[in-house]
């Protein structure tokens, strides 16, 4: 079946422009974040939806970062005002948690299965 | 602060050689995952090792996991060229309010030489 989709796949935009980056999860997956990753670095944690509620965005680096999910299934990320310092690549991933056996609100076990990113460079 | 803590940064070796690459934390986990990149792009989820668990394999992968070192090692037995990538572990907090949140470590840049 399909995978997780992102688009753009590449983005050069000016500094002060507004950007949207949109993430199509798996269908069915209820979970989905939100990562980027700098030139050499490992991942750093921007947001997580459940559905379309957001429960975790202290990932956002400012308040210029905002993201939304509507019915369940696709996300865009928006950056407004960009700097040179958010040029990154910005990696979607979408999970179906399960929750451990025997347990009641157990902690779930899952494996992310992530986009191909969307590298966006802020001129 | 960072959950995971990768070493080598670097790794090179000669096809059919071993790999191993290993991840240390800092606090109490759920569960750790293995992931793999190539070319800076999307990641491949290679192998999940619970907390109740100390090893676990798949194919040529051996995962081990010492809660009480608070650390993970991954092994990839006869290398192949084919291996080359960046991996990284991740790790799933215990008593964390995220459902299913991953802290990523800086990942081990691995080249296999044919």
């Known amino acids: 079946g399909a995978g997780v989709s992102q688009s753009p796949s590449n983005k050069v935009t000016e500094k002060g422009k507004d950007v949207e980056l949109r993430c199509d999860p798996i269908s069915g997956h209820t979970a989905l974040y939100w990562y980027r990753q700098s030139l050499g670095q490992g991942l750093e944690f921007l947001i997580y939806f459940q559905g379309n509620s957001a429960p975790d965005k202290s990932g956002l680096p400012s308040d210029r970062f905002s993201a939304e999910r509507t019915g369940g299934s696709v996300s865009t990320l928006t950056i407004q005002r960009t700097q040179q310092e958010d040029s990154a690549v910005y990696l979607c991933a979408s999970s179906f948690p399960r929750r451990r056996p025997g347990t009641s609100g157990g902690r779930s076990y899952n494996e992310q299965f992530f986009g191909p990113g969307t590298r966006l460079t802020v001129l | 602060s960072q959950q995971g803590e990768e070493d080598p940064q670097a790794l090179s070796i000669q096809e059919g050689e071993n790999a191993t690459m290993n991840c240390s934390y800092k606090?109490?986990?759920?569960?750790l995952q293995w992931y793999r990149q190539n070319s800076g792009r999307g990641l491949v989820h290679l192998i999940l090792?619970?907390?109740?668990?100390r090893e676990k394999h798949s194919g040529r992968l051996r995962v081990t996991l010492d809660t009480s070192k608070k650390s993970s090692s991954l092994l990839i037995t006869a290398s192949r060229a084919a291996d080359t990538a960046s991996y990284f572990c991740a790790t799933d907090h215990a008593g964390g309010t995220s459902y299913g949140k991953l802290t990523f470590g800086q990942g081990t840049i691995l080249t296999v030489h044919p």
């Open positions: 606090t109490s986990i759920n569960n």
């Open positions: 090792i619970r907390s109740n668990e």
